[in-house]
């Protein structure tokens, strides 16, 4: 499934979780992903998104974990598979590269993690 964009690509309540620090952390990412939009050149910026992801992927499964959340190894892959993504990625950032992170953001948030609201 497909979900729109933001334009300016950055976090609005529509991707609301409902626990504060998750959301919190969705918005570094969303901020990461934005000053590579700005800065295509600049690997700093790359390590930058690949480090914020990596920390929230880490609570959140702690979350996960702790609530024996019943899709926590599945989440985990997935989690897992962004993250060798970002870290083959190479400055300057292609536009694909871009829009392909962009669209993951937004489609993991609102299809996948949309699935844990109320349960963690």
Same mark, same amino acid.
């Given at each position: 499934?497909?979900?729109?964009?933001?334009?300016?690509?950055?976090? =609005?309540?529509?991707?609301?979780?409902?626990?504060?620090?998750?959301?919190?952390?969705?918005? &570094?990412?969303?901020?990461?992903?934005?000053?590579?939009?700005?800065?295509?050149?600049?690997?700093? &910026?790359?390590?930058?998104?690949?480090?914020?992801?990596? =920390?929230?992927?880490?609570?959140?499964?702690?979350?996960?974990?702790?609530?024996?959340?019943?899709?926590?190894?599945?989440?985990?892959?997935?989690?897992? =598979?962004?993250?060798?993504?970002?870290?083959?990625?190479?400055?300057?950032?292609?536009?694909?590269?871009?829009?392909?992170?962009?669209?993951? &953001?937004?489609?993991?948030?609102?299809?996948?993690?949309?699935?844990?609201?109320?349960? &963690?």
């Amino acid at each position: 499934m497909s979900y729109e964009i933001p334009e300016p690509y950055v976090w =609005d309540d529509s991707f609301r979780t409902t626990y504060d620090n998750i959301d919190s952390e969705h918005k &570094l990412i969303f901020e990461a992903i934005f000053n590579c939009i700005k800065d295509p050149k600049s690997a700093a &910026l790359i390590t930058k998104l690949y480090d914020v992801t990596a =920390d929230h992927f880490t609570n959140e499964e702690g979350m996960m974990v702790k609530a024996k959340y019943e899709d926590t190894a599945n989440h985990k892959q997935i989690h897992n =598979d962004f993250l060798a993504k970002i870290k083959s990625l190479k400055a300057p950032l292609d536009a694909a590269s871009v829009d392909w992170a962009k669209q993951w &953001l937004v489609g993991h948030i609102k299809g996948i993690d949309f699935k844990y609201k109320g349960k &963690l």
